[in-house]
């Protein structure tokens, strides 16, 4: 880093502080030239990110939309709306340190469902309803007892309102996928 006042390439850092909510970080200098102070900012790169469907059309990652479809699947699931903001914030994260710039709109899936895996039962079976389209109610079946035999809390009444409401997860595909 150039010295703004000299030029000179070298400079020590007298102070280091995280800003912008951990988002970047702020360095103090000191020329070892001519002894100026000046400040300077390193931030994580953004680039956008492609979400290939699985009609093979492709549209930049929109994580509202994600957030829209998350929330959606995961209703009456008793998460609180600032947990699912936060895991996808971190799903964001994950995809922007990634360096392939496409990424599929399964893999999105297969990355929810990882983190919702540890935030809630409920919630990891209605999402994988919705994402991995169950081919017929033995999936479903098999997805569930795969979930039982680690848990017994599983909240019977939601896992039988997804299985049977199929407009539910329509719709919800439907938010996930296809919206443009
Ligand atoms: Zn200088
Ligand atoms: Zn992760």
Redesign the pocket.
């Known amino acids: 880093m150039r010295?703004p006042?000299?030029?000179?390439t070298d400079?020590r850092v007298l102070e280091s502080r995280s800003t912008e909510a951990g988002q970047s970080i702020r360095r103090r200098r000191e020329?070892?030239?001519?002894?100026?102070r000046f400040t300077t900012y390193e931030r994580i790169e953004f680039v956008p990110v492609t979400v290939i469907k699985r009609d093979d059309r492709r549209e930049s990652f929109d994580s509202s939309k994600l957030l829209r479809g998350i929330i959606h699947a995961c209703e009456k699931t008793g998460i609180p709306q600032v947990r699912l903001e936060a895991l996808v914030d971190e799903i964001e994260a994950e995809l922007q340190q990634r360096s392939v710039r496409e990424v599929t709109s399964n893999e999105i899936g297969e990355l929810v469902l990882h983190h919702l895996q540890g935030l809630s039962e409920v919630a990891y079976v209605r999402f994988a309803s919705v994402y991995r389209q169950f081919q017929g109610i033995r999936d479903f079946v098999e997805t569930l007892d795969r979930l039982k035999s680690h848990t017994s809390e599983i909240d019977a009444e939601c896992v039988d309102k997804s299985s049977s409401s199929q407009a539910i997860e329509e719709e919800a595909s439907a938010s996930l996928m296809t919206q443009s």
């Not at 006042?5 to 000179?8: K, L, N, R």
């Not at 020329?31 to 100026?36: A, E, N, P, T, V």
């Open positions: 010295c006042y000299c030029q000179h400079s020329c070892l030239q001519c002894k100026h």
